[in-house]
């Protein structure tokens, strides 16, 4: 049949993009109960947690024989290091805009990585973007809004009755915790764009496998994290017993050690699916999979059900369908053109 060798590659797509879409919802849940304390802010120190269990973990597998990479190498890690600052950047803004944001606005305004990362590909990797994709993408950006009205709508609606007649506290304290949470959302996305686009040309140099790169990510961010923490981040007894209190310590520190396993996930999933796809492709997963991860903040964390909320998610979900028609189109486009002979410089890989 015609179609026979396209199927083996749409069948070995699917693993890598269910598992990502597993680790990705587990991380979002665990990561939001843990920087939801009233008082938490040693989020260097969080990461740093993780990505020593997360090295933990695979050296422990590797030692049983399940897996394997490579022996460290100075010369790799020299090479791969920033990548992993990158990485460093990405969580440490995803885990900040976690902290003031709700899940479901989270999950949508990362639609625009997708825009971002895109028209990276134009520029990096002679991509293009058709027509119905501009369409696409002009629904994210809707959806976005959507969910940032009814986001500070919301806010000041609760806001306000608190507040009294006579006082604007409550309100502009509001106000400011949004705006935090949507500057580290803007520099999330900024930061993710360029983390996906860099990592997939420094793989096809390197030539590392999918265990190779979470290795090195990991391990190289651990000394960058835990210098963070120490300059930056408040080592004093009474900051750390407002961080961890003594009543909750153990399950959260438990919940830490937990999310810094499934880190392992979470960094061979996006290897994997980056590789396997494409780096547009794997972000268009992470928009599509925005309908699960909206309903776990609402249903462990309370997260307001409205009708904003909901249509923002609705909105975001059918850009993100859209975009997935339109780069399924054109993706044939561009098989018959190589079926005919014609291969455009635009496409040739560096």
């Known amino acids: ?20 879409c597993l680790a990705s919802i587990l991380m979002t849940v665990v990561n939001k109960f843990v920087v939801s304390g009233a008082h938490f802010s040693m989020n260097f120190l969080l990461l740093c947690i993780q990505s020593s269990v997360c090295i933990a973990c695979v050296t422990l597998v590797k030692r049983l024989g399940i897996i394997s990479f490579r022996a460290f190498d100075w010369q790799d890690a020299k090479t791969w290091f920033p990548i992993s600052f990158m990485l460093t950047l990405v969580i440490y803004t995803g885990s900040k805009s976690l902290q003031f944001l709700s899940i479901p606005v989270y999950t949508i305004f990362k639609n625009l990585t997708i825009i971002l990362i895109a028209y990276g590909e134009v520029i990096w990797f002679g991509g293009r973007v058709t027509g119905l994709t501009f369409v696409s993408f002009i629904f994210m950006v809707f959806s976005s809004v959507i969910a940032a009205w009814s986001d500070v709508s919301n806010a000041m609606n609760d806001a306000i009755p608190n507040a009294g007649m006579g006082s604007i506290h409550d309100v502009t304290g509001v106000v400011q915790k949004l705006n935090v949470g949507y500057f580290w959302m803007l520099v999330n996305c900024l930061t993710s764009a360029t983390y996906v686009l860099t990592m997939r040309k420094r793989i096809k140099v390197t030539g590392f496998s999918d265990w190779d790169s979470m290795f090195y990510s990991n391990l190289l961010s651990i000394p960058v994290l835990a210098l963070f923490s120490i300059v930056l981040e408040d080592w004093g007894t009474e900051n750390l017993n407002r961080n961890f209190p003594a009543e909750t310590r153990n399950f959260l520190l438990t919940a830490i050690a937990f999310s810094g396993a499934a880190a392992v996930g979470i960094s061979y999933t996006t290897a994997w699916c980056v590789r396997v796809t494409s780096s547009t492709t794997y972000s268009m997963v992470g928009a599509l999979n925005k309908l699960p991860v909206a309903a776990s903040g609402m249903l462990f964390f309370g997260d307001a059900v409205t009708f904003g909320s909901v249509s923002a998610i609705g909105v975001g979900f059918f850009a993100g369908l859209l975009y997935a028609v339109a780069k399924n189109n054109q993706k044939k486009a561009e098989s018959r053109t190589l079926g005919d002979g014609v291969i455009p410089l635009a496409n040739r890989k560096p």
């Open 1 to 20: 049949m015609a179609t026979s060798p396209e199927n083996p590659v749409q069948f070995s797509a699917i693993p890598p993009i269910v598992c990502y």
